[in-house]
């Protein structure tokens, strides 16, 4: 005779009762490996099992680079007009509040001076999740004031890149940022100060074509995509298939694009030793 016997039929716990497992406690990669998601976190939001990137924002990114998770915004509030009155499926002032609210971000950057391993710098840093991360007049703005801080007071400038290319409700004001930012770009490359820009996944179109592309070190990380159209605008284009691995940081760094990629976990360390190196 069994040592257990269920007396009663069925499950007799009430909805109410139950426990359920919360939302985003677990991470899967692509290749099927799940990760704790504090664990992920301590780990820069790489898998250990497969040393998967997760893509993240301008808040991880500074929590990962910034002494102690220290620093001060500049031009926090700053939000984009509507110089068009531009309407696509909605009124883009309306996308731009929609998207606020859902993000709880002004737009698709956020800039903060702080320390990195006790040496002061300027970070900005672009969040896909704002409209994908498109370069409109607030972002090149922002990049603008960031190396005009730079100057001001001789700091380093580090420009993480995450987008889709260039605002489309923007139309030409967003492709004058490509222009602006290499202009001021240029200015700090004349002062000697030293400029680092780390490239990561998606990092496509306006972006890639200025200021992504113009470090004293261009550098990314594994698996980024990094290039101007896309694979598919370019398959149509030259009507030939692409070879594999195409627009890949690896793709890109073999083809002499890139300095190096850098593994996110050893981001902070690596970034404070070309400092140094640039200050020599």
Known sequence: MAWFKRKDAGIKTSTEE?????????????????????????NSYVC?????????GSKEY???LFDDNKFTELDKEMISGDPLNFVDSKPYPTRIKDTIAKTNLKDAA???VGKLNGLDIVITCMDFKFIGGSMGSVVGEKIARAIDYS?????????????GG?????????????????????????????????MTDPTTGGVTASFAMLGDFNIAEPGA????????????????DL??????????????????????????????????????
């Open 18 to 42: 139950k426990k359920d497992t919360p939302d985003g406690l677990w991470y899967k990669t692509p290749k099927g490996n799940i990760i704790h998601t504090r664990e992920l976190k301590n």
């Open 48 to 56: 250990p099992d497969d040393d998967y990137h997760v893509k993240i």
């Open 62 to 64: 500074f929590e990962i």
């Open 110 to 112: 956020r800039t903060g």
């Open 151 to 163: 100057l001001k007071h001789k700091v380093p400038f580090l420009m993480i890149s995450k987008s």
């Open 166 to 198: 260039a605002r489309m409700m923007e139309a030409g004001f967003s492709l004058m940022q490509m222009a602006k930012t290499s202009a001021k770009l240029a200015l700090l490359d004349e002062a000697g100060i030293p400029y680092i820009s780390l």
């Open 225 to 240: 995509l990094i290039g101007f159209a896309g694979p598919r605008v370019i398959r149509e284009t030259i009507g030939k």
């Open 243 to 280: 070879p594999k691995g195409f627009q890949s940081a690896e793709f890109v760094l073999e083809h002499g694009f890139l300095d190096f990629i850098i593994d996110r976990r050893q981001l902070k360390n690596r970034i404070y030793t070309l400092l140094n190196l640039l200050r020599q």
